[in-house]
């Protein structure tokens, strides 16, 4: 068990790794497209990539159209393992849609000997949604 500081370092030491390893600048939630944000996430479970849509439901139902529309080319050129779920609720109950690639090995931000894969992970996800949306971003903003 680590206590909350310990864990609250072990993240920040992951984090600060991650961006020293892997150095860019990311998209994340400058996207120009309101409501709409790529997230990276690792937990002590899991660890996985998203595009949120987290504005109100007219605007999600808007933009989770065109991203179904999209969802083939999303999947066949880009990420195969995609999941899209149109109702995601968020561990404080607010509801957004989530698209996202889970890492399907079982590791952990309090495991060092995970973070290496995760690093890994992470960077080839979110270069690929990155990829994906700048390839598309005029269709979703249209």
Do not use: C
């Not at 690792?42 to 987290?54: G, Q, S, Y």
């Not at 195969?80 to 989530?98: A, M, Q, T, V």
């Amino acid at each position: 068990m680590f206590s909350k500081e310990e864990s609250r370092l072990l993240r920040q030491e992951f984090w600060t790794s991650f961006g020293k390893s892997f150095p860019r600048k990311w998209i994340l939630y400058n996207t120009k497209i309101k409501g709409l944000t790529f997230k990276f996430h690792f937990d002590i479970k899991k660890a996985f990539v998203t595009l949120d849509l987290e504005d109100d439901l007219e605007n999600r139902i808007k933009y989770w159209e065109k991203l179904q529309a999209l969802e083939s080319i999303l999947r066949d050129e880009y990420l195969p393992k995609i999941i899209y779920e149109e109702e995601f609720f968020l561990d404080n109950g607010k509801e957004i849609s989530r698209i996202y690639v889970p890492l399907e090995q079982k590791v952990s931000i309090h495991n060092k000997n995970t973070w290496q894969e995760v690093m890994v992970f992470l960077n080839d996800h979110m270069i690929q949604f990155e990829a994906f949306f700048e390839e598309y971003k005029d269709i979703l903003d249209a």
